[in-house]
């Protein structure tokens, strides 16, 4: 996938590229735009820094993780990081958007793409760990896949959906 311009119905057109392998930098530069109740909406519980091994897995780019960044004009730092990691034809979704710019329709587009990227490598399923206390992922999930599963797993909700 090369850079590519997107727009959401409800929001600024921004690029979307792929996350470089090793691309420590971008991820953190996201990371530090998470408030702490984004933070630990998105890594389900208190998440003040990154470990090195937790970053190094998040920069991870290889056959099975791949991740897009979102760029909107006029803002020089990435605004959103969408990841999908493979396990055989299931694939785990997660997303973080900054807090300036959530409700925006990115993190959507960003599901949509990512999901368009599945699909034509073949995955048949997509799955989600999500906060059970955070609407927002779940319905950001709802507008990007059909026929969702959910059930409880203690404090989080297990997510999935077939695609085809």
Do not use: W
């Not at 930098?25 to 998440?47: I, P, Q, Y």
């Not at 970053?55 to 969408?82: E, K, M, N, W």
């Amino acid at each position: 996938m090369h850079t590519r311009a997107l727009k959401p119905k409800h929001g600024p057109a921004f690029l979307v590229r792929p996350l470089r392998r090793g691309d420590v930098r971008t991820v953190m530069a996201v990371f530090h735009r998470l408030s702490d109740e984004s933070r630990r909406a998105r890594f389900n519980g208190s998440k003040p820094c990154l470990r090195r091994t937790e970053l190094r897995q998040l920069a991870s780019i290889d056959a099975t993780h791949h991740a897009l960044v979102a760029y909107v004009d006029g803002d020089p730092l990435p605004v959103a990081i969408a990841r999908l990691v493979r396990r055989g034809r299931s694939a785990e979704i997660a997303f973080e958007v900054a807090d300036e710019y959530q409700q925006r329709g990115i993190g959507s587009t960003l599901a949509r793409e990512l999901i368009a990227d599945a699909r034509a490598a073949g995955v048949t399923e997509i799955t989600a760990l999500v906060a059970s206390d955070n609407p927002a992922a779940i319905a950001l999930l709802r507008r990007a896949l059909s026929a969702l599963d959910i059930r409880h797993e203690g404090a989080e909700l297990s997510v999935r959906a077939a695609i085809s």
